[in-house]
């Protein structure tokens, strides 16, 4: 049971963190796209962390209790 709550407690931080994060731009995620196309690894790493907010989010305001965030 306490790692279940130390799970749940780092999850939230993170959460708590991420919130504070502005989402991209449309013109920002598509820079990112192209050059993680072209084989740029950081704005792979970039797009794919912005993703991650952005279903964090999601998650949070429009999916809370449908999917635990644990599945994301």
């Not at 989402?23 to 072209?38: N, Q, Y």
């Not at 790493?45 to 952005?54: A, I, M």
């Amino acid at each position: 049971m306490a790692d279940l709550d130390k799970e749940q407690t780092t999850l939230n931080l993170y959460i708590q963190k991420m919130a504070e994060h502005p989402l991209l731009s449309p013109e920002e995620e598509k820079e990112l796209a192209r050059k993680a196309k072209e084989g740029d690894k950081e704005a792979l790493k970039n797009l794919l962390k912005e993703t991650s907010v952005l279903l964090l989010m999601l998650q949070k305001t429009l999916w809370d209790g449908v999917f635990p965030l644990q599945t994301l």
